[in-house]
């Protein structure tokens, strides 16, 4: 797994790379001089840690004189060592920095400072083995470019739930679904002190035509729901099944969704309102 220096002009999305590659199960350093690149590298090996970034650009311009011999050292100890640099237009770094109306480092007027730390940067463009033009590129392009360029897989996981609303529906989830309208195994008094876990209550929640029929819409959306936030960059999602008590069909349906949308990361994190123990259920399930 390839050792990662990330450097490029400021304004052309350093912050967004080291993000991704810290999604991507990097331990990030961001502004290391580059003397101190092989210390980290012999720390990150001491704690097995495989992936590492850091980043180094003209903040630490004070130190740059020792990048070459730096370079060289651990060029010779790391063979996937890899070097990242980032740029864009100066048009586009001045509007990014108008957007967020922070000090460039150099700290003069902006296009002379972008002219100046291009030229502070040479030696780093010139050892980069990637270069990005990031001018005509989202936050998100961004992320997905460099996942490619350095074949990194981003972990992504749907994370589902079910609740009861009679309990309230829970604060933290991305996207809430309602399933009081399929059958309700609590009027069975054999299934009323079961959960939607066991085979006959699913049975009972998907009993008919109408019910699967349903539930295929809210499989479909699920995906489609999920699939476009893991398009964006994002590592997780999360969906809450819920249904009166958060017993039968919410379980049924969050432990059936982990199954079919498998392919998404799909794992249970929390049957909510399951209740402890044996006893029976409230009203509702």
Request: net charge negative; with cysteine; aromatic share 8%.
């Amino acid at each position: 797994m390839p050792f990662v220096i990330v450097s490029g002009l400021s304004g052309s999305g350093k912050s967004t790379v080291l993000r991704t590659l810290e999604d991507a199960g990097f331990f990030t350093t961001d502004n290391l001089p580059p003397e101190l690149w092989g210390a980290m590298h012999d720390l990150a090996q001491a704690r097995g840690l495989e992936r590492v970034a850091v980043s180094t650009d003209a903040r630490t311009r004070d130190f740059l004189g020792a990048l070459e011999d730096s370079y060289v050292r651990l060029s010779r100890r790391r063979e996937d060592l890899r070097v990242l640099f980032l740029e864009a237009d100066s048009e586009v770094l001045l509007r990014r920095y108008n957007l967020t109306r922070r000090e460039h480092p150099l700290g003069e007027t902006l296009l002379v400072d972008f002219v100046r730390e291009r030229e502070l940067l040479a030696p780093l463009r010139a050892l980069a083995d990637i270069v990005i033009d990031t001018t005509n590129l989202s936050a998100a392009d961004l992320s997905q470019k460099v996942l490619q360029t350095l074949r990194l897989e981003q972990d992504f996981h749907l994370r589902l739930l079910s609740f009861g609303f009679k309990h309230a529906p829970p604060r933290d989830a991305d996207l809430v679904i309602d399933v009081r309208s399929l059958p309700n195994p609590y009027y069975d008094p054999a299934l009323r002190p079961r959960t939607g876990l066991e085979a006959d209550v699913a049975r009972y929640v998907f009993q008919d035509g109408a019910s699967e029929r349903f539930y295929g819409e809210v499989r479909d959306f699920v995906r489609s729901a999920a699939g476009r936030a893991r398009d964006s960059g994002r590592r997780g999602y999360t969906v809450a099944i819920g249904c009166t008590g958060g017993q039968h069909r919410s379980v049924a349906v969050a432990a059936r969704l982990a199954q079919d949308l498998a392919d998404l990361g799909a794992q249970i994190t929390d049957h909510r309102d399951i209740p402890p123990g044996d006893g029976p259920l409230e009203a509702g399930g």
